[in-house]
């Protein structure tokens, strides 16, 4: 053995030993550190299905494909890490004799040719994603700072490490592979052949002009760099658990184990229960509960466990903040920068949560006052800096009120996180303790709640106007109680909502989707005056009490009247009834009015006949059709992200004769907010610009006479917006519409009746069953 293998051997040795007992080291931390979390039973079932769901985005990739360059150039990238794994440990015999090949496996054509295909697959795609990550860098990126960069932010010189490790980790492999070929033909092994080397053979020629015992040095001199430039990756990582560039490679096969649904759907819809020791708190004993109860989180270590996985899992790849509608309305709200923080915020403290009450004094006055430095606060950041609104260290806060109250719920965030990161459910936890514990949220929500408790709609106006909507209707709307003993005499109760009974404009909405049931002869009855808010707003402010006094009553209310089958208008309403309402025993058959027309129209019990210029003209309160040529349709984010329902309501427009579909950039996955959600319906935006307008601007451009809806919150905002626009001269014949209305304009006849089945001049199209 040379004194060149020696000393390869000795320096590798001790590399790779003090790696491995930082990596078992930094293993413990981080176990100490999800230890530190509240309990969560909840993620541990159905462990077959889990492991399927793992497999299938792992494998797939299918978190990736929103961005399908990148997807490819991640998977060659991630795969290779993984299969060439063996290299690193064939590189050690290398180091011992440079013609080591690993038993049974090492000169079996089939692992050759892996090696070689994720050896180039692994280099050309780590150069893409570092040209991407170069083309979208900041510098040259819109907004200020370059805020428009999804890696604004991001830590730059970790991402960096990361990528020039795997970019020379593949070289290594590629020249190691070019010299074995090299050193066969000199041997004449009769190995160096296209078989065992079919994409590494020609760079061997390159080698031939050396001596044999030259090309077994340079083996042994890469096959070296290579492991140190393996396990100099693995000692820093080990130093910096917060390097979430690098550790996601690891803690993501977790974090998506451990998602909330088994399935593999995203985590959005239904908020999760406000917990208590790993169990929903019982609002019906709620006196039972002990004083010190946190509810909600208040400190890093109120978030389970789950919670403080995902902080780690973060890859800081920006994807939630290139979606998010508050960052993209130069808020201070980036999702990435708030997981970020409670990453880093958690590592922190975690010294000083681990410690034991004797031993804290000893870790000295900073460890104390990052202890005591509030989660929520006022830190004194500029618009214009927003990147001072998240201080992990403090000393005000760790992050500012005005990021937790930016966040419409929209759910672009955990949509697009390719590692399963629950954003939505940890903003919700904080300000569920914002409200219940410290009582500190925006001024507009007191209104807003005391309208609920005390009037149960957001308007606070009286309950028996709630069937103002029905009058002059062509025929009687029936009310369970009073014209209808029990929901199963009706095909469906019509739940109407707050907004559909009290706000002019949904009212519109409301009395078309009556009119078209009516012409369809599907019979529903309303609840009328005892109809009450769903609490949507209220839980989605963090009102976890008052959310709970108005779902119980409504469960109560409808399974009274033996409600099985509902349909609404309000996507909100529509999430929380059939998705949040079974937490509290309420289990119904729920379907959004979009849905269930367009059910109606491919069974022709409604015949879209009329064209756009039969019915001219804008909607008034007692006409509510309208039509138009062309629409361009919005997604409401709980319709269409919380729930997958995108295809309805485009195959309705579809079928509306005379009608062209012009979509906008951001659509169906990647729709942006209106603005109302997550309360801040009722909330001034007072920060950046408004999200609603952006969202306006971009339906006008699509040159459309129509913006259609299918949710009244949506309708409100973009009719805002659309009025400020008309202000201004633009876009004065376009019209926010329900796509009920537009059906409605489509399926009468010029004179106002409904057309017959026989005279339907236009087939439906696709004739697959339309999802319910």
């Not at 497999?55 to 991630?78: C, D, I, K, N, Y």
């Not at 390097?243 to 996601?248: D, E, K, L």
């Not at 022709?604 to 039969?614: F, G, N, S």
């Not at 376009?734 to 089945?757: C, H, I, T, W």
């Amino acid at each position: 053995m040379s004194a060149l293998q020696l000393v390869a051997l000795v320096v590798c040795g001790v590399v790779t030993l003090v790696a491995i007992a930082l990596f078992a080291r930094v293993i413990r931390h981080f176990l100490s550190v999800f230890r530190l979390g509240a309990p969560d039973a909840t993620r541990t079932d159905d462990k077959g299905t889990r492991t399927v769901t793992l497999l299938r985005e792992f494998l797939g990739h299918t978190r990736m494909s929103r961005l399908p360059v990148v997807a490819v150039a991640h998977w060659f990238t991630m795969i290779s890490f993984g299969v060439l794994f063996f290299t690193l440990v064939n590189a050690f015999g290398q180091l011992a004799d440079p013609e080591f090949a690993l038993p049974l496996i090492g000169h079996f054509f089939l692992y050759e040719w892996v090696t070689d295909v994720f050896a180039f697959g692994g280099f050309i795609g780590i150069v893409l994603l570092m040209a991407i990550r170069q083309k979208n860098h900041p510098r040259s990126a819109a907004g200020e700072g370059g805020r428009r960069s999804r890696f604004f932010g991001s830590n730059f010189w970790q991402a960096y490490y990361v990528e020039l490790t795997i970019l020379g980790v593949t070289i290594c492999i590629g020249l190691l592979r070019a010299l074995e070929w090299t050193l066969a033909r000199k041997l004449g092994t009769g190995h160096d052949t296209a078989l065992h080397f079919p994409l590494t053979g020609w760079i061997g020629n390159a080698f031939t002009g050396l001596s044999t015992d030259s090309v077994k040095n340079l083996i042994v001199v890469i096959a070296a760099i290579k492991i140190l430039i393996s396990f100099a990756w693995m000692i820093t990582i080990s130093l910096q658990p917060t390097m979430g560039v690098a550790w996601h490679r690891f803690l993501a096969f977790f974090n998506i184990f451990l998602k909330r649904h088994a399935d593999g759907r995203t985590s959005l819809g239904e908020l999760q229960p406000l917990m208590v020791k790993g169990e929903p708190v019982d609002f019906e004993n709620i006196e039972e509960l002990d004083e010190d109860a946190a509810l909600g989180v208040g400190k890093v270590e109120d978030f389970t466990w789950k919670g403080l996985l995902d902080f780690s899992t973060c890859t800081e790849c920006g994807r939630c903040q290139s979606q998010c509608p508050a960052w993209n309305t130069d808020k201070p709200l980036s999702p990435k920068m708030l997981i970020m923080t409670l990453r880093d915020h958690a590592n922190a403290k975690a010294p000083w949560l681990l410690a034991a009450e004797a031993d804290r004094e000893g870790l000295g006055a900073d460890a104390k006052a990052l202890a005591e430095v509030p989660l929520i606060g006022e830190t004194g950041y500029s618009i214009t800096d927003p990147l001072a609104a998240y201080n992990p260290h403090g000393p005000d806060a760790v992050i500012d009120q005005d990021v937790l109250w930016s966040c419409t719920t929209c759910g672009a965030c955990v949509e697009q996180c390719p590692v399963d990161i629950e954003h939505v459910d940890a903003i919700v936890d904080m300000r569920r303790y914002q409200n219940l514990i410290e009582s500190a949220f925006p001024n507009e929500l007191g209104g807003l709640f005391k309208n609920l408790e005390n009037k149960g709609n957001p308007w606070g106006m009286a309950a028996r106007a709630r069937l103002d909507w029905a009058k002059d209707l062509p025929f009687p709307v029936k009310i369970l109680g009073q014209d209808v003993d029990s929901a199963d005499d009706v095909d469906y109760l019509f739940w109407v909502g707050c907004a559909g009974a009290y706000e002019d404009r949904a009212k519109k909405t409301t009395r078309a989707v009556a009119e078209l049931l009516d012409q369809a002869g599907v019979s529903f009855a309303i609840l009328g005056d005892g109809e009450s808010c769903t609490g949507d707003s209220a839980r989605r402010a963090g009102n976890e009490f008052l959310f709970q006094m108005l779902a119980q009553q409504n469960v109560e209310t409808l399974n009274e009247v033996g409600a099985t089958k509902i349909v609404v208008t309000c996507a909100h309403c529509f999430n929380t009834i059939k998705n949040e309402y079974p937490q509290l025993g309420g289990k119904y058959e729920v379907v959004h009015h979009t849905q269930l027309l367009n059910r109606l129209v491919r069974e022709k019990k409604l015949v879209p006949v009329a064209r756009p210029a039969d019915s001219p003209g804008k909607s008034t309160l007692k006409n509510v059709a309208s039509t138009a040529e062309t629409v361009t349709y919005h997604d409401p984010c709980y319709l269409g992200r919380h729930n997958g329902v995108y295809a309805p309501p485009r195959e309705l427009i579809g079928a509306l004769p005379g009608v062209e579909l012009k979509e906008m950039e951001r659509t169906k996955e990647k729709s942006f907010c209106c603005g109302a959600g997550g309360a801040r319906m009722w909330m001034e935006e007072k920060l950046g610009t408004r999200i609603n307008t952006n969202r306006t601007e971009e339906a006008i451009a699509t040159g459309a006479e129509r913006i259609a809806i299918g949710c009244p919150f949506c309708r409100v905002m973009l009719s805002d917006g659309l009025t400020a626009a008309q202000s201004e001269g633009k876009a004065e014949e376009v019209e926010v519409v329900d796509v009920a209305q537009m059906l409605l304009a489509a399926v009468k006849r010029p004179g106002g009746e409904a057309a017959p089945e026989a005279e339907a001049s236009e087939p439906t199209p696709d004739p697959e069953p339309a999802p319910v």
